[in-house]
């Protein structure tokens, strides 16, 4: 308790004799620390609500609300509820001691007083407070910075997703235009298809954050409903309609009846529509894609084989790594949508993976819990 800034330390005594109050003040005062007393438990209540020290030493015995009384409407109290008690007592027996525990004190001092002994207990519960309290600080200055990082990209986002959204049906409409007669100019017309496709990437990575940001943000359902994952691949399929056919891909599934999980629909639905994705993008030429599912252990796995080049067996670990890129030609733009993937699985107590099959295809897979029931949150 000695160097700079020990004024600061607050300590409030409670107990009804003043010869105890006496000669507390003398050891602590010499540590140039600031005290308060009170001759009695409902005084302390009021005194510690009104001035929030950083530590209590409350005497066991007193007339009235005793100490173990006293110090329970202390931790029942928010605005004292934190603030560390040490009793102060002639009571060394083991089940008093664990009665002032339960109460919820987090030390002793036996009387008579020995002046060390007061000061080594008193300094250590001091600095365990204030680290306790510069931890809170800490805590919540981190959480309000996400928070405005989250509403700031939540914003950023929605701001993009429109203006960007137009940019792309002008393109799709200006490669019909005829003006006066004749066609939109033929080398300005050759650039629309480029523009739309920086669009429609773009609206890509627009709603994957977004639904980052919603991961992130908020918990796993707190009951999760049975889910036929082979349906929700068939939806996820439908809204890539257009790119599989632009692609001349063929999907095909792997047995007719798959396993069913508990899990959150919507959320499945957008891992199917990720790796889907990817394997229309890196896949053969044109792109064969095999959808499958089989039970393991405690697990059912889902995955998506491809007839791409496949993956290097040294990067297939990085590829969940949000914002990855490895070698440009196998695996530029997986980074963060499997990251959102992985998150995804992390929240139902799941996993992913990556076969690499350098040569033959990769196949992408992600595991659900056969109890899905037991992951309330």
């Given at each position: 308790?000695?160097?700079?800034?020990?004024?600061?330390?607050?300590?409030?005594?409670?107990?009804?004799?003043?010869?105890?109050?006496?000669?507390?003040?003398?050891?602590?005062?010499?540590?140039?620390?600031?005290?308060?007393?009170?001759?009695?438990?409902?005084?302390?209540?009021?005194?510690?609500?009104?001035?929030?020290?950083?530590?209590?030493?409350?005497?066991?015995?007193?007339?009235?609300?005793?100490?173990?009384?006293?110090?329970?409407?202390?931790?029942?109290?928010?605005?004292?509820?934190?603030?560390?008690?040490?009793?102060?007592?002639?009571?060394?027996?083991?089940?008093?001691?664990?009665?002032?525990?339960?109460?919820?004190?987090?030390?002793?001092?036996?009387?008579?007083?020995?002046?060390?002994?007061?000061?080594?207990?008193?300094?250590?519960?001091?600095?365990?407070?204030?680290?306790?309290?510069?931890?809170?600080?800490?805590?919540?200055?981190?959480?309000?910075?996400?928070?405005?990082?989250?509403?700031?990209?939540?914003?950023?986002?929605?701001?993009?997703?429109?203006?960007?959204?137009?940019?792309?049906?002008?393109?799709?409409?200006?490669?019909?235009?005829?003006?006066?007669?004749?066609?939109?100019?033929?080398?300005?017309?050759?650039?629309?298809?480029?523009?739309?496709?920086?669009?429609?990437?773009?609206?890509?990575?627009?709603?994957?954050?977004?639904?980052?940001?919603?991961?992130?943000?908020?918990?796993?359902?707190?009951?999760?409903?049975?889910?036929?994952?082979?349906?929700?691949?068939?939806?996820?399929?439908?809204?890539?309609?257009?790119?599989?056919?632009?692609?001349?891909?063929?999907?095909?599934?792997?047995?007719?009846?798959?396993?069913?999980?508990?899990?959150?629909?919507?959320?499945?639905?957008?891992?199917?529509?990720?790796?889907?994705?990817?394997?229309?993008?890196?896949?053969?030429?044109?792109?064969?894609?095999?959808?499958?599912?089989?039970?393991?252990?405690?697990?059912?796995?889902y995955w998506v084989l491809d007839n791409?080049?496949?993956?290097d067996d040294e990067l297939c670990e990085?590829?969940?790594?949000?914002?990855?890129?490895?070698?440009?030609?196998?695996?530029?733009?997986?980074?963060?949508?499997?990251?959102?993937?992985?998150?995804?699985?992390?929240?139902?107590?799941?996993?992913?993976?990556?076969?690499?099959?350098?040569?033959?295809?990769?196949?992408?897979?992600?595991?659900?819990?056969?109890?899905?029931?037991?992951?309330?949150?």
């Amino acid at each position: 308790m000695t160097g700079a800034g020990e004024q600061e330390y607050r300590i409030l005594l409670i107990d009804d004799e003043p010869r105890n109050l006496g000669v507390l003040s003398v050891i602590l005062e010499r540590r140039g620390l600031e005290l308060l007393t009170a001759r009695n438990g409902e005084r302390g209540l009021e005194i510690a609500e009104l001035n929030h020290p950083d530590l209590i030493l409350l005497d066991v015995m007193m007339p009235g609300i005793d100490g173990f009384e006293t110090c329970r409407r202390l931790k029942q109290n928010e605005a004292t509820a934190d603030i560390p008690v040490i009793f102060t007592t002639i009571l060394d027996d083991l089940a008093n001691k664990l009665v002032g525990f339960q109460a919820g004190a987090v030390d002793y001092l036996s009387k008579p007083f020995q002046e060390e002994e007061v000061v080594a207990r008193v300094g250590k519960h001091i600095e365990i407070h204030r680290l306790q309290q510069a931890l809170q600080a800490r805590n919540q200055e981190l959480e309000q910075k996400n928070e405005e990082l989250e509403s700031f990209a939540h914003t950023v986002a929605h701001n993009l997703k429109t203006p960007i959204g137009q940019v792309k049906s002008l393109c799709d409409t200006l490669q019909d235009v005829e003006i006066g007669g004749r066609e939109f100019n033929s080398l300005a017309k050759s650039f629309l298809p480029l523009l739309s496709q920086s669009s429609e990437k773009l609206l890509g990575t627009v709603d994957a954050l977004l639904l980052l940001a919603r991961i992130e943000k908020g918990q796993l359902p707190e009951y999760l409903r049975e889910c036929d994952v082979r349906q929700l691949a068939v939806e996820a399929l439908d809204t890539l309609g257009p790119t599989i056919e632009g692609r001349g891909a063929a999907v095909q599934f792997e047995g007719k009846s798959w396993p069913k999980v508990n899990a959150h629909g919507p959320w499945i639905v957008e891992i199917w529509k990720n790796y889907i994705s990817n394997a229309l993008k890196y896949g053969g030429e044109p792109p064969r894609l095999v959808l499958g599912a089989e039970r393991r252990g405690p697990y059912v796995e889902y995955w998506v084989l491809d007839n791409g080049e496949g993956i290097d067996d040294e990067l297939c670990e990085q590829l969940f790594i949000p914002f990855s890129r490895l070698h440009r030609s196998a695996t530029e733009g997986y980074g963060l949508g499997l990251s959102i993937v992985e998150r995804i699985m992390q929240m139902h107590g799941g996993d992913v993976g990556v076969d690499g099959n350098p040569g033959s295809g990769s196949r992408f897979y992600f595991r659900l819990p056969v109890n899905g029931e037991d992951l309330k949150r």
